[in-house]
């Protein structure tokens, strides 16, 4: 869990068209909520 202010770490995943985003790129500007699933355990 991160702190208030903290920064996303660096994480990168794919789109869903396969192209490799940073997370904290796309939700750098405005407030967010992320959530990561992992999917088949």
Do not use: C, E
């Not at 794919?14 to 796309?26: A, Q, R, S, Y």
């Amino acid at each position: 869990m991160l702190d208030n202010g903290a920064q996303l770490p660096p994480i990168t995943a794919k789109d869903l068209d396969g192209n490799d985003v940073v997370v904290g790129d796309l939700l750098a500007d405005t407030w967010s909520v992320a959530l990561f699933y992992r999917g088949h355990w």
